[in-house]
């Protein structure tokens, strides 16, 4: 039906203008291949050789023009019936610095008073992680919690699991984020760049964003009136990874557009840094580290006059080996480990996320609005010790159907001042399918309503809000009466009801400087897990117990920011103070059972505490190299205890070379980034503390032509050192398996 609905909209009639133009830098050079895109209508074209551009546009509003090629200032230019826009850029020595499309308004980062960071995908692809996770695990603010290299947990100023929002194709997204051992479940295939909200921004980005967003934003359609092709090719040798990944898309001149994206990760097991154990049968390899994984994306869309529409429609398929040291599930010899075929005990999940996403312009702004359905099906096989090679058994089933929908009116984005009004809700449904249930059935349901307020200025953009929450969870009985124990005895409901908000700043004194000041609250209601859980948690060691009695957790987080810009050199500084009520944890009872130690989930107040720090040099006499070192830190405790989950202190820098001569290859490249994370002795009761270690990453480069197309080609080295280390987010740390060792890859991309 609503394809139907789309192709009907192609025939409707609709006014549309002509803009063209020329992009210049300020010496009056031509720009070549500069983008041109209006995140409003999803089109865009570029400039030809003379640096000129023309695209045809529907409708006559205003709309918002993005202006970006490497080495300038990304702008925003206003549109408004003007047929000729001449452009002048501005030389900067920071990536395409992109525009923040999901917050309500499309602005540029500097105009956020929130932080907000943007990271292009090639931006992430240079750091040589192999997963997205460990991608943005290099950048500040941002680590990952760990089981070998498949399965990466996001953290953000030492927030995870529920107090994290995950955002993709439009839509919030839910796969069980409660546990530890549970990937992000988002895959990197189609994904054009990822928006990092550090803070609380529950106003902006819903119910549980405690702690921040993460949120994956999708490619852009084709150019408008041409199609476009890419295939990808990637190889490492550690762990005999192989990726691939083919997508094509066209976009029609009467804005009818589609994009079709395929994607497949084959890894074997992962070998560990330093020697290999001794007397070890599998050499220095992780036993069942193995990841499988297989994408398929598909989007049909449509933009004229009365705004845009898009239907998206992902799969996403995850075959995770589970690293233990259990007599059952160690794979044999150093050859299995060798091999794609994941075994007990492993994780399949399979994800389907359908996805309507709508922009439709009204009289006095715009009205959006964004409808989604996921599935999300986890099954946990275990070894069955009958015997039998390979024999398993389906131990843990868990089904989860989630809807979502976000509405929202924005007034005209041309005026000084604005508003937003808009209402958000979802209801989840989980249920248990396996042979054993660790979390109850439980049903969720949120519903919000939110106002906010914005006054730009010419030096000042401020930003108020409030919104308001409804969240209600019912988890089903557990336990039949009538055994030893039970829990809960009968249905348990909790409501919910937070109020939360926001007020921020964003001052540019001089135009090189910009200061930030926010304070916002937010809330993570308890989730079924930590209300209802009873039973072995595998891989932990512990046998945990839920408490249905748990109130929700609140926080009000202050945040300040200074960054100073100016070709050749950035530096920014930011620092944070978040103070959370009712912050959920566990703590171990002092009893057993099923000879495993007893962990409930206990209530108290905390405070999460830090900041980062980093400079970019880039010298204008010197464009070829550039030096750049970010350093974050973040401490959390309650009380007399440290908090769990929170990441060592660590400092990244980068040594790049660029050059846009031919050197074998186009515009060749090569960069050395050393990390260095420092020991992390604050620890909870049941963390183990960890030490320094530094990694050295090598990464090179450039593009080459095959005919009139631009390839592109990435060598990597990971871990040049070979350094023996245990990340202190790892969890298999406890089992002393450590991370991963020298990593050699490259990884070739071809448009066609």
């Not at 084959?266 to 007397?279: C, I, K, N, R």
């Not at 309507?356 to 275990?382: H, M, P, T």
Request: net charge negative.
């Amino acid at each position: 039906m609503l394809v139907i609905m789309l192709c009907a909209c192609s025939f409707i009639s609709y006014s549309q203008r002509t803009i063209k133009g020329t992009i210049t830098d300020e010496s009056g050079k031509v720009i070549t291949a500069a983008g041109i895109y209006f995140p409003s209508l999803l089109s865009g074209t570029e400039t030809d050789t003379s640096g000129n551009f023309q695209i045809t546009i529907p409708g006559q509003q205003q709309v918002t023009m993005q202006v970006s090629h490497v080495g300038y200032k990304t702008i925003l230019v206003p549109v408004a019936g003007e047929e000729v826009i001449n452009v002048k850029l501005e030389v900067s020595m920071m990536e395409v610095q992109e525009i923040v499309i999901t917050a309500p308004e499309a602005k540029l980062t500097e105009n956020h008073p929130y932080s907000i960071q943007v990271y292009s995908r090639e931006m992430l692809q240079n750091t040589g992680g192999l997963t997205l996770m460990s991608q943005l695990a290099y950048q500040p603010g941002v680590d990952r919690i760990s089981t070998g290299i498949g399965i990466g947990k996001p953290v953000i100023r030492g927030n995870s699991f529920n107090r994290i929002v995950l955002q993709a194709m439009g839509t919030r997204i839910e796969n069980q984020q409660w546990d530890d051992r549970h990937d992000l479940g988002i895959s990197e295939a189609g994904i054009d760049r990822v928006e990092v909200v550090q803070g609380a921004a529950a106003l902006m980005y819903g119910a549980d964003a405690l702690g921040g967003a993460l949120i994956f934003v999708d490619e852009k359609p084709a150019m408008q009136g041409k199609s476009e092709g890419d295939v990808s090719l990637g190889y490492n040798l550690n762990n005999r990874g192989i990726k691939f990944e083919f997508g094509y898309k066209h976009t029609y001149t009467n804005g009818l557009f589609y994009i079709a994206r395929v994607a497949t990760n084959l890894d074997a097991s992962y070998q560990q840094g330093g020697d290999a154990p001794e007397g070890s049968q599998i050499g220095k390899y992780a036993a069942n580290s193995k990841f499988i994984d297989g994408t398929g994306k598909a989007t049909l869309g449509i933009s004229k006059s009365w705004g845009t529409s898009r239907i998206n429609y992902s799969y996403y398929k995850q075959l995770i080996g589970i690293v233990e040291l259990e007599p059952d599930s160690i794979v044999e010899s150093e050859h299995e480990q060798q091999v794609w075929e994941v075994e007990a005990p492993y994780q399949d999940v399979t994800t389907h996320i359908l996805s309507w996403q709508n922009s439709l312009n009204v009289k006095k702004g715009k009205i959006n609005l964004d409808i989604a359905y996921q599935l999300n099906d986890r099954l946990e096989y275990e070894p069955l010790n009958n015997g039998i090679k390979k024999a398993k058994y389906e131990s843990i089933g868990l089904k989860l159907n989630v809807f979502t929908y976000d509405i929202k009116w924005i007034s005209n984005p041309s005026k000084k001042a604005g508003l937003i009004v808009g209402s958000q809700g979802m209801t989840q449904q989980n249920r248990n399918h396996g042979k054993i249930s660790l979390v109850p059935d439980a049903d969720v349901s949120n519903f919000a309503a939110y106002i906010t307020g914005r006054y730009d200025l010419e030096k000042w953009n401020f930003l108020v809000g409030v919104r308001s929450d409804l969240r209600e969870i019912t988890i089903q009985k557990r336990i039949p009466e009538g055994q030893a124990f039970y829990f809960p005895s009968s249905d348990a409901n909790m409501t919910y009801s937070p109020v939360t908000g926001s007020a921020g700043l964003a001052w540019h004194p001089v135009k090189t400087i910009t200061v930030k000041l926010n304070v916002a609250s937010g809330f993570s209601a308890p989730n079924y897990a930590e209300l209802g859980t009873y039973g072995r948690h595998e891989g932990a060691y512990r046998f945990e117990i839920g408490n249905p009695d748990l109130d929700m957790e609140q926080n009000v987080e202050a945040d300040a920011g200074i960054s100073y810009d100016q070709p050749g050199f950035s530096l920014h500084a930011e620092g944070y103070y978040n103070a959370i009520s009712n912050y959920i944890y566990l703590q171990n009872s002092g009893t057993f059972m099923d000879s495993l130690p007893v962990y409930n989930y206990l209530q108290d107040d905390a405070v999460l505490s830090g900041g980062a720090a980093g400079f970019i040099i880039h010298p204008v006499k010197m464009p070829f190299i550039e030096l750049s070192s970010d350093f974050s830190y973040t401490r959390g405790a309650r009380e007399d205890f440290d908090l769990p989950y929170i990441p060592a202190p660590k400092i990244v820098t980068t040594l790049s070379f660029k050059s846009n001569k031919k050197i074998l290859l186009r515009q060749p490249f090569v960069s050395l980034t050393m990390s260095n994370y420092l020991e992390q002795t604050h620890v909870a009761p049941y963390e183990l503390a960890t030490d320094d270690y530094m990694l050295l990453d090598l990464m090179l480069g450039g593009n080459f032509n095959i005919g009139n197309k631009v390839c592109s080609l990435r060598l990597f080295a990971t871990n040049i050192l070979d350094e023996g280390y245990y990340s202190h987010l790892s969890l298999v740390k406890n089992i002393e398996v450590k991370d991963m060792g020298r990593n050699i890859g490259f990884h070739l991309s071809m448009p066609f």
